[in-house]
């Protein structure tokens, strides 16, 4: 690139960037809104400092209606407003200093809270909120945080799923949980229960086991079958439902024999919260000997499980059992009794228990208290165990859950333990069935620590195992990564490879990364490939690939994810691949020169639409005052024109390109459609169609012919707002 921008780049901006700006940052399209005069400015070089921008007008003190031109310049390093979200060059045509926001640089990663954009005078400012208040008294409307959509649903104060009756729904006693047509009619209470307008009606249901005076008897261990229906909330306890005033509960009378046992209560339920609660004396306060809160099953619905441990006396006893959910529903409760047995002692690091190779060891995950910190996502307290290397060693960690209610997590320490940067790297199952697996290459001799815990209350199976040591692969870290060539795909096999790499981006993700080298200022999208069922990471670090070094991060679930940076300057970077469950990945760095972003406030159709350059660029835009033109085949049922507005672009191809469109960061869900054609605006291409209903937005990866093509940003089913597109182009492989 040349020390300045040719005069062409910032010629399309003289006419429409005062309108542009006005409407993006809520001002009039007409009128004077411009900083104070840059050659005045206090602070900074000729570019100017913060705020100040514009030329003088006839009149004196007349500002300029360009707030993106700054002062005299000659190459862009002479140009810095000291804004982090402007695009900062030398408009040569000018010799002045452009300052070009860049709005992308300011969104944060909730959609609901609005769109944020880049001013020339405040930089980054707060987006408005999204409303979606339908005006309806009837309705609770939100936005929803994971798709930016807004929500309705039918009022229902008391949470009972059973909308008040004057909005529609049944409820007749909306400030009542236990009162809606869902509910069954309890006899003999003198309430409408049901909200049939009878009470107490014969068909009324009688609660079965509701207190003290009337429990369910267990005798024996096994599996029993309960009811909260026409329950109500008699006894408390220390461990909490999701939705108390919805709570009801049920009593069990459990027979323990003679001598010391350890006992195991679980209680399942289909997906309403539960918990159990063990005591001494039935309906005594104070009296509580152990309780189970509510996880979610690491396959399907919610169960609460506790453990009490050296119950029992010389004689038989029988002890009371409260099984609470937050709605009217079936429980399973599982009652486990074995001979009293050690309780586990190694909750710390100072009380670890040896771990030995190749003999592995039960975890009991339930009741522990969480004493260290991991960075993976475990809701348990932990266990912790012990193991020395006298050689160095390739080791692996495995923990599997013996009773399938929680995935397993690993936490492997060094000889310090007890403190978070103790931690080595962490991995959690990452479905119901897998086990938790960290390997390290050639672990140095010393002593390390290994801490067991789980996404729900289980009993786990830790193993350890050894082997020889093995070298590194090449692109095992970021010292001498393997190069990464622009455009050109690279296949990632991760089998044999480690945690090494922790910008934060995924935590104990098996990773691998690779040198992207730059020679000149550039902007970057990095697209990544994936296992189904995976998920995984792609990141652009400076060349430390600390934390503090990550330029770029992009985790998910969905395959691809796509990671950019605009305006890198020249120079040495990484691109780290992570996969949680370590399966091949793919990797593609694209890569442009820089280029300031394009504004793109008309556009409206055939006759005004865009075009894009050569090299690709990177557009913001708006369609909320666009009309609708155009169809597209993979909206919602393939509606028609009409239905939501948008807007075009054209891009012209000499040769044969890989070309790649990315909406990340557009504040609605998209629709982006290409069409091929020398008459506008063509036919939509074959799999050239994508719906962004996630944050990611609509993304297109196309190999396309010379020729002319239309750009279509559209909206799926009706959505309209402010988009982002960013486009590359690739030469093909020879």
Sequence with gaps: MPGSLRAGDFARFTLVVAVAFALLEGAPACGNHAAPNPFVSGSGGAGGGVGDGGDVGAGAGTPSVDPTLGGPCTVDSQCDDALPCTFDACDASLARCRFIPDDTLCQNEFVCDGQEVCSNSHGCVAGEPKTCSDGNACTIDSCEAATGACLSEARDADADGDPDVHCGGGDCADEEPLVSSKQDEVCANGVDDDCDGVVDEPECGKPSHDDCFTPLGIATPGTYGMSTVAAKLDYGSSCALGNPPAARDVVAALSIPA????????????????????????????????????????????????????????????????????????????????????????????????????????????????????????????????????????????????????????????????LATDEVTCSVAPTAGDSAHIFRHALVPGVYFVAVAATAPTDALLTLSTSPPTPLPADENCAASPLLVPGVTRDVPLAFHQDDVDTGCLTGGTDAAYALELSAASDVLVVGRYSNGDSAAVSIAKLGCTAADELSCAVGNLSPTRARAHALQAGSYRVIAESEQAQPMQLTAFVRPKVPPTLVPFADGCADALTIGPFGGFFQGNTSNAKADFDAGCD?????????????????????????????GSGYSTVLAVRQGSACPGNELAKACAVGYYPDRSFLDLTLSPGTYFVQIDGFNGQYGPWFLDVFLADLPP
């Design 636 to 664: 919602q049922g393939k509606q028609p024109k009409g239905t939501a507005p948008d807007q075009l672009l054209r891009l012209v191809l000499a040769a044969p390109k890989r070309v790649v469109f990315d909406m990340q």
């Design 259 to 418: 001598g010391s046992y350890d006992v195991t209560l679980t209680a399942r339920t289909t997906s309403p919260d539960v918990t159990v609660t063990l005591a001494g004396l039935c309906g005594k306060p104070g009296t509580e000997l152990a309780c189970g809160t509510g996880y979610p099953h690491a396959q399907s619905g919610r169960f609460a499980k506790l453990r009490a441990r050296g119950v029992g006396a010389a004689k038989p006893m029988v002890l009371p059992v409260y099984v609470a959910t937050d709605s009217p529903t079936a429980v399973t409760l599982r009652y486990e009794l074995v001979a009293a047995g050690a309780i586990p002692t190694n909750e710390t690091c100072g009380s670890a228990l040896v771990l030995a190779e190749g003999v592995p060891q039960t975890a009991q995950l339930v009741g522990v208290a969480t004493d260290l910190s991991t960075k993976c996502g475990t809701a348990t307290g932990e266990l912790v165990y012990r193991f020395e290397l006298s050689e160095a060693r390739d080791v692996d960690l495995f923990a599997s859950s013996i009773d399938g209610d929680g995935r397993p997590g690993i936490s492997l320490r060094t000889a310090g333990c007890a």
